[in-house]
Nanobody, 119 residues
């Protein structure tokens, strides 16, 4: 099983910013770059949805609801993926999950980190 360690969630006011991080500590950098890294979120009563994806070749996809506000990136030397979230809205409130997938090998999830956008 591949362990993903997330950090960076918390409480922020509308219009504020947060940065989430996701590390795969027990992998080597030459393997990390083969992972497609993604962030999903799940709000109460709703299904989990894809927020952003960055492949090993740095192809990026965003959900329409976050385009222009969120930025996904990765630092292969640190075995870490990031999600920078700007101009946060109350509807961004959710548990955010990191996902790592090696095509043809496996798909793995982090434990989730809560982001709350509120006054």
């Amino acid at each position: 099983q591949v362990e993903l360690v997330e950090s960076g969630g918390g409480l922020v006011q509308p219009g504020g910013s947060l940065r989430l991080s996701c590390t795969i500590p027990r992998t080597i950098t030459s393997v990390f770059w083969t992972y497609d890294m993604a962030w999903y979120r799940q709000a109460p009563g709703l299904e989990r949805e894809l927020v952003a994806l960055i492949t090993g070749s740095n192809s990026i996809t965003y959900a329409d609801s976050v385009k222009g506000r969120f930025t996904i990136s990765r630092d292969n030397s640190k075995k870490t993926a990031y999600l920078r979230m700007n101009s946060l809205k109350p509807e961004d409130t959710a548990v955010y999950y990191c996902n790592a997938e090696r095509p043809g090998v496996g798909k793995y999830w982090g434990q989730g980190t809560l982001v709350t956008v509120s006054e």
